[in-house]
T-cell receptor
Framework: QKEVEQDPGPLSVPEGAIVSLNCTYSNSAFQYFMWYRQYSRKGPELLMYTYSSGNKEDGRFTAQVDKSSKYISLFIRDSQPSDSATYLCAMSSPARGAGGTSYGKLTFGQGTILTVHP | NAGVTQTPKFQVLKTGQSMTLQCAQDMNHNSMYWYRQDPGMGLRLIYYSASEGTTDKGEVPNGYNVSRLNKREFSLRLESAAPSQTSVYFC????????????FGEGSRLTVL
């Protein structure tokens, strides 16, 4: 079983629709929860970042974390064609490498391909 | 702002050849990372450098070596390329090593024949 499960889609919606993207996870040590957006042939860019359970809103985007259910969601309201991209969930727990240095051990979901058509 | 810059953007190698992927960031970040992205596998960490002067293995380090040249630059070397290393490689950096807020480059597409 993968630590992070994400439905790869693809997901196709009409412009203006509400989009719901979800990830489940099994590692209770995860503390930071992120959503990255990746346009075709580009690098991922951080979209939303949350720490612990609860909601966070940024414009048309809302990130939700439910640590008790090990479930995170990203909602996109009034979706636009420019939202067409791959959305990756990512989760982090502090870790120490062999040299004793700390780093963010990030585990990514597979990514969901979203297309918003006019 | 340049952010994270990777070179080259595209490369074709023959099995057994070697090459180095270069990465530089201008955000004064402490931590730098190399990931590979494959269909159905997501992003997997190859190596990371939590701070200048340190490097550590990630999830899939076999067949790769890295060098943290200075605070800005972090290179990834394939000593003897194999077809299994055909992938898209991403360099990333972060200011705070613990949290996982990463800034990615645009990627380097590598094909090994």
């Amino acid at each position: 079983q993968k630590e992070v499960e994400q439905d790869p889609g693809p997901l196709s919606v009409p412009e203006g629709a509400i989009v719901s993207l979800n990830c489940t996870y099994s590692n209770s040590a995860f503390q930071y929860f992120m959503w990255y957006r990746q346009y075709s042939r580009k690098g991922p860019e951080l979209l939303m970042y949350t720490y612990s359970s609860g909601n966070k809103e940024d414009g048309r985007f809302t990130a939700q974390v439910d640590k008790s259910s090990k479930y995170i969601s990203l909602f996109i309201r009034d979706s636009q064609p420019s939202d067409s991209a791959t959305y990756l969930c990512a989760m982090s727990s502090p870790a120490r490498g062999a040299g004793g240095t700390s780093y963010g051990k990030l585990t990514f979901g597979q990514g969901t391909i979203l297309t918003v058509h006019p | 702002n340049a952010g994270v810059t990777q070179t080259p953007k595209f490369q074709v190698l023959k099995t057994g050849q070697s090459m180095t992927l270069q990465c530089a960031q201008d955000m004064n970040h402490n931590s730098m990372y190399w990931y590979r992205q494959d269909p159905g596998m997501g992003l997997r960490l190859i190596y990371y450098s939590a701070s200048e002067g340190t490097t550590d293995k990630g999830e899939v380090p076999n067949g790769y070596n890295v060098s943290r040249l200075n605070k800005r630059e972090f290179s990834l070397r394939l000593e003897s390329a194999a077809p299994s290393q055909t992938s898209v490689y991403f360099c990333a950096s972060s200011r705070y090593g613990d949290t996982g807020e990463l800034f990615f480059g645009e990627g380097s597409r590598l094909t090994v024949l």
